[in-house]
């Protein structure tokens, strides 16, 4: 029976057309090669699976960066998840997978033409250049060209480009235009937009203006040849006027070469060269409402601001009656936000000079801001003598570059910001006293004049430093809900010196009040004057150990949560000086007294400080130069 069967098979698949066979051998190679793919890629995902969930989950890792938001800006779409992002539910059946599969083929998919799509460049393939958002830090003015090549070279790669130059007419920024005009023609070179002077169109047209009081075009049209735009930069007349109009130089050029965009549709790059923050601020919205609109990006060659401060230093030399003099003087570069955030106080025992050039790492505000907005980038060429900061850890501290009105909104939601402000503010209206630690005690009438007069600046200080301290705990409740660290690190800061002078001034007060009242006999009957230094052991009431206390709490704070910023540097150098004080005898050579009257002593004493004065002082130039 077996073989009849097989016979009659045999003989029904002989008579079978061939088309019928050959189908049926290829149906069964397809299942073959579907279940062969279903299980090499089955045991993968489920290994895949199982690490994920045995490993444990670090929630660091899935934490929202809010600095990319802000500086991608309102625009962004992090708020909502793409649909590429969504969660997909595999079919576990092998067949689901392959109809799902074959779905998925038959989608209709737009595929752009290939002469759509701009090819990047061999340079821009090999090149690898690290975006850190608004601001940059290239290495000088000849790292500066060399990233503003590279934004060049893209802008070329889109399309034609017109390059606007602005150089601050500053006697300052005399070397910084020397050097740019000396890489010009390498720049040209590496770009390759050298052409033949027979050809009538130029991918990259140049121009060169300068600004001071007045904008000036040094090329009245743009130009192509390279050594048309190095004289028209050597060209610049200095300006001794000492103001720097940069965004009314801005919105001129733009305006004036508006078409380059709207009807030869032309990139257009405006890049600025200077060393200050501008004098002109009132025209920032308006001259970043008009190069939004038309698509022109600005760009920065600047100095970076001083932390926290309006002024800055650049070092300068010129002659005067036949001399020279180098001098640092002072330049409006900052400071680095809308409004300043540091408190300015001094620092009691000993000269900081260097903490109040503390370089921000970021470039000046309204600069800056204009960059971020339009879309360029502010490159920090120089940094000062001051202390620096690597940009990649002050790059989790930026300033809000947001538009004014939105800061102002957060501002009103805030306490705790607005007590920063406010306290900074404070502490520029009303001036600081050093008070006096060193007093002459020929006789304890004299002592006793001194230490009266010793404490009546510090009354005023003491006022002012119990009105920025009434602003900063009027802010204390909003404290913790500071997610920037920027504002945390102000805040706490702000606090933490505010009650460590506050500590030292009460404590000031009551070791004075105490030598008046009994006075104290030297050991050495030789020594003359009585010194206050700092001291570990605290020995005023409890009020100022709890103040002092405190005053340790928020400094620590800063320099765990902070380290490596500006405001691990502050609250540091404040730490280092005990908030205690103690009395310290020694002799100084003097002109002796010949009165115990207290009004002739104090003429004497004052004598005595006018001559030091005039001591101290020392010929010096008559002109300091405006920058």
């Not at 074959?102 to 690898?128: G, H, K």
């Not at 009103?412 to 406010?422: M, N």
């Not at 005023?460 to 602003?471: K, R």
């Not at 009994?518 to 100022?544: H, M, Q, Y």
Request: charged share 30%; glycine share 6%; proline share 6%.
């Amino acid at each position: 029976m077996p073989e009849k069967q097989g016979n009659q098979i045999y003989e029904y698949v002989k008579e079978t057309p061939a088309w019928m066979v050959s189908l049926g051998v290829h149906a069964v190679i397809l299942m073959l090669m579907a279940s062969i793919t279903f299980v090499v890629q089955s045991p993968s995902n489920q290994l895949l699976l199982s690490s994920v969930i045995d490993e444990p989950v670090d929630d660091d890792q899935f934490l929202f960066n809010a600095t990319t938001s802000d500086q991608i800006g309102t625009d962004s779409n992090f708020d909502t998840l793409a649909p590429s992002l969504a969660t997909t539910v595999t079919p576990e059946d092998p067949q689901e997978q392959i109809d799902q599969k074959l779905e998925e083929e038959n989608l209709d998919i737009e595929v752009p033409t290939a002469d759509l799509v701009a090819r990047p460049s061999d340079a821009e393939l090999v090149e690898s250049v690290e975006v850190a958002g608004q601001t940059e830090h290239p290495g000088g003015v000849a790292g500066a060209m060399d990233r503003l090549t590279f934004e060049l070279a893209s802008s070329l790669n889109d399309r034609p480009t017109l390059a606007i130059w602005l150089f601050d007419a500053s006697n300052s920024l005399n070397e910084r235009r020397e050097a740019i005009a000396k890489r010009f023609e390498t720049v040209y070179k590496q770009l390759g937009v050298l052409e033949d002077k027979k050809h009538k169109k130029f991918p990259l047209e140049t121009a060169v203006v300068s600004f001071g009081r007045e904008t000036r075009f040094m090329t009245e049209k743009p130009v192509h040849d390279v050594e048309d735009l190095v004289e028209a930069i050597r060209k610049i007349k200095p300006d001794a006027s000492g103001k720097e109009n940069v965004f009314n130089a801005v919105n001129l050029v733009s305006r004036r070469w508006q078409n380059y965009k709207t009807k030869l549709r032309r990139n257009v790059m405006i890049i600025i060269v200077t060393d200050e923050k501008g004098d002109d601020v009132d025209l920032l919205e308006q001259t970043i409402a008009f190069d939004k609109r038309y698509g022109m990006r600005v760009y920065c060659v600047g100095n970076a601001a001083l932390f926290g401060r309006e002024k800055g230093y650049i070092t300068y030399t010129w002659e005067e009656d036949g001399k020279s003099y180098t001098m640092d003087l002072e330049a409006d570069q900052g400071p680095e936000t809308i409004f300043s955030e540091r408190l300015k106080l001094p620092f009691w025992g000993g000269k900081n000079r260097n903490l109040d050039r503390m370089s921000a790492s970021f470039g000046p505000y309204a600069l800056t801001r204009l960059c971020a907005e339009t879309g360029g980038l502010y490159l920090v060429s120089e940094e000062g003598k001051g202390p620096k900061f690597d940009p990649s850890v002050m790059r989790n501290y930026p300033p809000d570059y947001r538009p004014i009105r939105l800061f102002e909104i957060e501002l009103k939601k805030s306490l705790a910001k607005q007590a920063v402000l406010r306290a900074a503010q404070l502490s520029r209206i009303n001036r600081i006293p050093i008070p006096t630690l060193e007093f002459r005690a020929d006789t304890d009438n004299v002592l006793r004049v001194q230490l009266t007069e010793a404490q009546k600046p510090l009354a005023i200080l003491d006022y002012h430093l119990n009105s920025m301290l009434a602003v900063l705990e009027g802010g204390y409740k909003d404290r913790e809900k500071l997610k920037s660290p920027r504002w945390r690190a102000s805040y706490d800061l702000a606090a933490g010196r505010v009650l460590a002078m506050r500590a030292r001034s009460l404590g000031y007060n009551e070791m004075c009040a105490e030598m008046k009242s009994s006075p104290r006999v030297f050991e050495d009957k030789n020594n003359n004057f009585w010194r206050l230094v700092p001291s570990n052991t605290i020995s005023s009431g409890p009020a100022v150990k709890k103040m002092a206390a405190k005053a340790e709490e928020f400094l620590s704070r800063v320099i765990d949560e902070h380290p490596g910023t500006p405001w691990e540097m502050l609250a540091v150098r404040e730490r280092e000086q005990p908030l205690g004080w103690e009395w310290q005898e020694f002799h100084r050579d003097v002109t002796p007294l010949k009165s115990d009257d207290p009004d002739k002593v104090m003429l004497l004493l004052a004598e005595e400080e006018k001559k030091k004065s005039t001591m101290k002082k020392q010929t010096g130039p008559r002109n300091i130069p405006k920058l």
